[in-house]
Nanobody
Framework: QVQLVESGGGLVQAGGSLRLSCAAS????????MGWFRQAPGKEREFVAA????????DYADSVKGRFTISSVTAKNTVYLQMNSLKPEDTAAYYC???????????????????WGQGTQVTVSS
């Protein structure tokens, strides 16, 4: 089992920034991707960003490209999501996800990830 713990959510004004962190612990795998998803009330969980275990491959949803940056520290099994120029529509619960994989292609679907964190709330006021 892999445990994921997110932190860094909060309330911020539009145009502001937040940095989310996700620490993985428990069983480790040599090849994996880590991603961020978000879910607003009444909406489906959607892909935000993902990064490969090596940090070489990254992927972003169009809605956050240019504003959010995903990064990782492999030695610490930690992934970060730097969120700049936040908008009210970014308001959601943000979830960290872990995917055991040897594939080159990044994954954007919820079902492709094996483990999930409990989520951290991000609220952007207008």
């Amino acid at each position: 089992q892999v445990q994921l713990v997110e932190s860094g959510g909060g309330l911020v004004q539009a145009g502001g920034s937040l940095r989310l962190s996700c620490a993985a612990s428990g069983r480790t795998f040599s090849r994996y991707d880590m991603g961020w998803f978000r879910q607003a009330p009444g909406k489906e969980r959607e892909f935000v960003a993902a990064i490969s275990w090596s940090g070489i491959r990254v992927d972003y949803a169009d809605s956050v490209k240019g504003r959010f940056t995903i990064s990782s520290v492999t030695a610490k099994n930690t992934v970060y999501l730097q969120m700049n120029s936040l908008k009210p529509e970014d308001t959601a619960a943000y979830y960290c996800a872990y995917r055991i994989t040897t594939a080159q292609a990044m994954a954007r679907q919820v079902y492709e990830y094996d483990y999930w964190g409990q989520g951290t709330q991000v609220t952007v006021s207008s």
